[in-house]
């Protein structure tokens, strides 16, 4: 479903926020929408009514973990996609849009690009969709997703990439993982950046690469769409870290043991002073030589607080890692470490790092061209009750061409402790745009 880019601005402008909010620190991010529990667009009451009989829509067991905000795709409408994970039964859709009807507890997701490519995953035909964790928009104005081909820990097909151009809502690209670059049953891949290599207005968009996270087995696929081809990549820094395996939001406590999750690309610009220096101390090789043809991938595990970085050119080199899925080990470096886990981030055009603190409620910042510490960090969003546990954040460009920070909010502690309420509100989608978060500054390192 399409929403109305007057009614984003509106509520970007407004800034409507929920009764009892009580900012603590930085700026409260505006509220976009908000549920207690998801529900979903359905043919018919009948239908529904079905689907809950029938086991296939449970409504406690759906929830949302990313979202992602197509502007491009028509000048007059603009829509939130979000994706909510198969983890458990009763999902029935698991990538939609927000559409303009409401239920009882917040708006309706509508099936994308529609309900048939989404029903009945147990099928094993392997040509529909069947458990979507995370999804991007690429300069190209393509979807991106990365189709776990799982049902909580059952393999139902293949993981596979796909790609749907926004302006026909058809799928534009399929690619289907092979087994030997998965490990066995366990890998989980639920992440997937993209990276345009010749984008528009000049490029083709055909050179384009995919960075795809496996969390429970702890590696990277690396997909280069022009050759058709992908190869796995592993380093130890992918890993979970044992003593940041248990998680305290909100006084609620949960173990997971999950690796690498999220990444973020430096932007192409060059930088004279980047961190990635303090990293290569002592080496001959500069950064800003170095990403002359190049851009940093930033990435972390979730069990962990360091952050970490490679070259982009270390991944793509496929013969090295063909021959080794463990190649060249020194081409990751820690570029430094937080106070807290953190869950997703996001780069924007200026090489400000965004991401959340999980122990903390918050939103933070980091200027790329600083070392990476808390001493650099800037808490830009703070807020116990919004923001508990950050799982999606994007940095989107609007149709003026500012840049904006969307963050989605899930109680994922609750859902993993089993206290989530239906009668609260659970699930937030927030925003603000990023000159007003940073106070019309380039840098969030920067002070008036």
Not at 76 to 98: C, Q
Not at 254 to 262: A, C, E, R, V
Request: charged share 20%; with cysteine; net charge neutral.
């Amino acid at each position: 479903m399409l929403v109305g880019s007057w009614l984003l601005f509106w509520l970007l402008a407004v800034g409507e926020r929920v009764s009892g909010q009580q900012p603590t620190f930085g700026k409260q991010l505006k509220a976009v929408t908000q549920w207690k529990s998801l529900d979903f667009v359905f043919s018919s009451p009948t239908e529904r009514a079905e689907a809950i009989a029938s086991g296939r829509f449970i409504p406690a067991n759906c929830v949302p973990l990313d979202m992602e905000v197509d502007y491009n795709s028509s000048p007059l409408r603009s829509r939130i996609f979000v994706t909510v994970p198969r983890f458990i039964e009763g999902i029935p859709v698991t990538l939609g849009t927000i559409s303009s009807q409401q239920g009882v507890s917040g708006p309706l997701i509508e099936p994308y690009p529609n309900a048939a490519i989404q029903s009945n995953p147990e099928n094993r035909r392997c040509d529909g969709i069947v458990s979507v964790f995370r999804t991007t928009i690429d300069e190209c104005n393509r979807l991106w997703i990365v189709d776990t081909g799982k049902i909580g820990d059952r393999r139902i097909c293949l993981p596979k990439i796909v790609a749907f151009d926004l302006r026909s809502n058809q799928i534009i690209h399929r690619y289907e993982i092979p087994a030997d670059q998965l490990v066995c049953d366990v890998s989980l891949l639920v992440n997937i950046l993209v990276e345009v290599r010749d984008p528009p207005p000049t490029g083709a968009c055909s050179k384009t690469m995919a960075y795809v996270a496996d969390v429970t087995a702890f590696g990277l696929i690396v997909y280069d769409m022009s050759r058709g081809k992908s190869w796995r990549v592993t380093n130890k820094l992918m890993n979970p870290n044992p003593d940041y395996g248990t998680f305290t939001i909100a006084d609620e406590s949960f173990d997971l043991m999950d690796g690498i999750l999220t990444m973020a690309l430096s932007p192409r610009v060059q930088f004279p002073d980047f961190s990635f220096n303090s990293a290569y101390r002592g080496s001959r090789t500069s950064y800003s030589s170095v990403l002359q043809n190049d851009r940093l991938l930033f990435f972390h595990a979730l069990a962990s607080i360091s952050e970490n970085a490679v070259r982009t050119s270390v991944l793509q080199n496929n013969t090295a890692w063909e021959q080794d899925v463990g190649a060249m080990p020194r081409a990751f470096r820690v570029i430094g470490r937080r106070t807290s886990q953190s869950a997703p981030e996001a780069m924007d055009s200026n090489g400000n790092l965004f991401f959340g603190l999980l122990s903390q409620t918050a939103i933070a910042c980091w200027d790329s061209t600083t070392n990476y510490n808390p001493h650099n960090f800037r808490i830009v969003a703070q807020n116990l009750e919004t923001l508990q546990f950050p799982s999606g954040l994007k940095v989107i460009r609007n149709r003026k061409g500012v840049e904006e920070l969307w963050v989605l909010s899930c109680r994922f502690q609750k859902i993993m402790a089993g206290t989530l309420n239906t009668n609260e509100t659970n699930f937030r989608i927030q925003a603000m745009q990023i000159p007003e978060l940073l106070d019309g500054l380039r840098s969030c390192s920067s002070r008036r």
